[in-house]
């Protein structure tokens, strides 16, 4: 008998197959459209995803572009990427799990812990149906493996074709623009094989802190929650708006509940992850900049509505969006490419591309806002 079979079952902090199945029973429906029409889609997304790779190679200077065999492309619905995140979530967090199961059995003895974990499991699960119906793409390097492969991108054909049809824009430019962005994501990590490590071990470190206090997890949030609705005092009793809050009354503050759930000893952590994912993005935004009206002919009219589609967003989906964090990732996309852009004016791309040589050259948070520090740090030589 295994230790997994004779080990005594251990509550669980989130209960997974409760996160599928509520992810699965909320998601959207996508857009109506006849089989025939699903296959064609499906099948023009997949052949537009190949056909990015050697466009992301020419601009990145990439060589690890010419060969993505060691992970997998799947064109899926919405469910099916919301039970893929689920099983990368676990993965992610299992291993912090088992060290609190040795380390402190007595928080997994909780009476009420098995009930906390089904409602965290229907909270993920609520999240997982929300974003499904926003995210175009995701490669995921976090996937279990299968079929002896490790990552795997992801392609949400329903919404890649939502979205086009709200932007009215050619479906074939739509798709390859994004699978542009998407491949730069598989690509960085088959440039920089020890990416996925580097940062599986950095979100393990950030989520056993978590797990430490697992027990007092759920007043936290709460705390965290009030922290950035409720309204604020001036001097002299004046109360101000909410903290961080927009124009509209949204709550602003950046990086959302998960930024205020952290320990002052795991600050160092998530600055670091919070600059690898805005080098990974900004990076992957300027390659999909990078083509020309050539490669895509009506990239300036897809750029121009895309940017656009912000602003007429509801309260909700705002509020939503703010909360998890996401407007916070799309600043990201921002700092991440403005650094990259001026390491490459500098240095040109091959002297950005020594960013994927070791954990060591990635840049800091205060080196993503001042990227000479980098060049300097790195000892690269300028332009001119």
Aim: some cysteine; glycine content about 8%; proline content about 6%.
């Amino acid at each position: 008998m295994s230790r997994n079979e004779s080990a005594t079952p251990r509550p669980q902090l989130v209960n997974w197959d409760v996160a599928a199945s509520t992810a699965a029973s909320l998601t959207p429906a996508g857009p109506t459209m006849t089989p025939a029409d699903i296959d064609r889609a499906v099948g023009n997304i997949r052949h537009l995803a190949g056909v990015s790779v050697d466009h992301v190679h020419a601009i990145s200077r990439l060589d690890a572009a010419r060969d993505l065999r060691d992970s997998e492309l799947l064109v899926v619905d919405r469910a099916s990427w919301s039970r893929a995140n689920t099983q990368s979530f676990r993965a992610l967090m299992e291993p912090a799990l088992d060290q609190l199961a040795a380390t402190k059995p007595e928080v997994l003895k909780s009476a009420s812990l098995t009930l906390g974990g089904t409602v965290t499991g229907a909270q993920l699960g609520a999240i997982l149906a929300f974003l499904s119906s926003k995210v175009l793409g995701q490669y995921d390097p976090f996937a279990p493996a299968r079929n002896g492969l490790g990552g795997r991108l992801l392609l949400v054909a329903p919404n890649i074709i939502s979205v086009e049809r709200e932007l009215n824009v050619d479906p074939s430019d739509f798709r390859l623009w994004v699978c542009l962005h998407e491949q730069t994501h598989r690509v960085q990590f088959a440039a920089a094989p020890w990416l996925k490590d580097h940062m599986t071990s950095h979100i393990g470190q950030l989520t056993s802190g978590l797990m430490d206090q697992a027990d007092t997890l759920s007043e936290r949030l709460g705390a965290a929650v009030r922290n950035i609705t409720a309204p604020k005092t001036r001097p002299g009793g004046a109360p101000t708006a909410p903290q961080g809050a927009a124009s509209d009354g949204v709550p602003a503050r950046p990086g959302g509940v998960l930024s205020l759930l952290q320990a002052p000893e795991d600050k160092a952590l998530l600055s670091h992850l919070t600059a690898v994912m805005s080098l990974l993005e900004g990076h992957a935004n300027v390659v999909m900049d990078g083509v020309d009206g050539s490669i895509v002919p009506s990239v300036k009219t897809i750029r121009r509505r895309f940017n656009a589609r912000g602003a007429s967003r509801g309260p909700l989906e705002k509020l939503l969006r703010q909360l998890m964090g996401l407007d916070a990732k799309m600043r990201q996309y921002n700092d991440g490419a403005k650094f990259v852009r001026r390491v490459v004016s500098q240095t040109g791309m091959d002297g950005f591309n020594a960013v994927w040589e070791a954990a060591s050259h990635l840049p800091t948070e205060r080196e993503i806002h001042a990227p000479d520090e980098w060049i300097d740090r790195m000892s690269l030589r300028r332009h001119g």
